[in-house]
């Protein structure tokens, strides 16, 4: 599951400028929606490239093709309506303005806004989902019961956003039921609210693979080799780096130059990742060969406890460099199994050990290094389940 942060930065929150304000903290943060009233979309799509959903408040306006003003990426009704209480519910809902507006073919509108009162309005945006994108709840007297209920009744067919002020409540509502809210919808001005919030939604997004050690069986010089530079666009922590193997089931940990050496500087933005035939991990669990990495890509960056990140590529560099081949032997349930990688002959590149940060000119066998072994086999990076012989 994707999370995603929506900001909300209608006429409730105050006047243009405040608007605008609260929109460029988002933009800067790294939002992904931003909720405006509809006459604000225009000025909305000036300010930043950012999903923009649009309060539609009248349930008959008809969309004019010839006008000028941008269309928003997706519409919410319930403001002003059923939704926010303006307007009484009816008894059994076949009379809702909302719903029926939801209910049309011509993408009049695309998700529905509740604010829930009680087990009525819950109920509401139960039935609101079913035909719903997106469904926003907003929790009065923010409890959690309201949203536990939706979360294990609505489906997958709709994307179920609460409402948060804060960070922490972000969190609460990722974290809900396990399965958590598909994202959050944040009413807060405060541009330090707003980059934890995003910040929570990347950490509830992370992968976490359990990783363990491998016994070095084999560590020997096999000459030249195209060997791979991995330059990310961010930079990386002292424990972190890429997963990188000649065999897809079992991927190395090889640390980003983070330290210092008095060979050359720090470079915490590269990993030296091998040669170009090695699978690196990307996000998702897919993998990708070295030598098809280029700027723009992503690739996903791992610590030594096995959390995740996705980051950017900005450059790939690609040169001849004396190699080692690392063998090392992992025990699975079916008896052990061996795993190998190249990596370069220096002593800048540094794997991890039992002892910690070891640069691979140290490496011995018997030492134990950390690894992701996943058996499994891999078609075009993808898993599959069939039987490929790797060697």
Not at 169 to 176: D, L
Not at 209 to 228: S, Y
Not at 254 to 259: L, N
Not at 260 to 268: F, G, I, N
Request: hydrophobic share 40%.
């Amino acid at each position: 599951m994707t999370r995603s942060v929506w900001l909300k930065a209608d006429g409730d929150v105050g006047d243009w400028e405040s608007r605008k304000e609260r929109i460029t903290a988002g933009l800067e943060a790294g939002v992904d929606w931003v909720l405006v009233d509809e006459a604000d979309v225009a000025q909305v799509r000036e300010l930043g490239d950012v999903n923009v959903a649009a309060f539609r408040t009248d349930a008959n306006l008809v969309e004019d093709a010839e006008s000028e003003q941008p269309a928003a990426d997706a519409y919410i009704v319930g403001k002003n309506g059923e939704g926010d209480g303006t307007v009484d519910l009816p008894p059994d809902f076949s009379g809702s303005a909302d719903l029926s507006t939801l209910r049309r073919d011509d993408e009049r509108a695309n998700g529905a806004y509740v604010r829930i009162f009680d087990e009525d309005y819950e109920e509401f945006a139960e039935t609101a989902a079913e035909d719903a994108d997106y469904t926003i709840v907003v929790g009065e007297d923010w409890t959690i019961i309201p949203l536990e209920n939706l979360i294990a009744r609505i489906g997958e067919e709709t994307d179920l956003i609460a409402g948060v002020t804060t960070a922490e409540e972000a969190q609460t509502a990722f974290e809900t039921l396990e399965l958590g809210a598909d994202g959050v919808l944040l009413d807060s001005g405060n541009p330090d609210e707003i980059r934890k919030t995003c910040e929570v939604r990347d950490a509830a997004d992370r992968e976490h693979l359990d990783l363990q050690f491998a016994e070095v069986t084999k560590v020997e010089r096999t000459g030249m080799a195209d060997r791979v530079c991995v330059d990310t666009g961010s930079l990386m922590e002292h424990d972190e780096g890429m997963l990188v193997g000649s065999m897809s089931r079992g991927l190395f940990f090889v640390h980003a130059e983070t330290a210092e050496s008095p060979y050359v500087a720090s470079r915490p933005f590269r990993v030296n990742a091998g040669a170009v035939h090695a699978y690196a991990r990307s996000p998702g669990g897919g993998t990708t060969y070295l030598a098809e990495l280029q700027s723009g890509d992503e690739v996903q960056v791992v610590d030594t406890d096995g959390t995740t990140r996705e980051t950017v590529v900005g450059r790939v560099k690609i040169e001849k460099r004396p190699m080692f081949r690392i063998q090392a032997e992992v025990e699975t349930e079916e008896g052990v199994d061996r795993i190998e990688t190249l990596l370069q002959n220096a002593e800048t590149i540094k794997v991890h050990t039992q002892e910690g940060r070891t640069a691979v000119t140290d490496l011995e066998a018997g030492d134990e290094i950390l690894v992701y072994y996943e058996d499994v086999a891999r078609h075009f990076g993808e898993a599959v389940e069939e039987s490929i012989i790797e060697k």
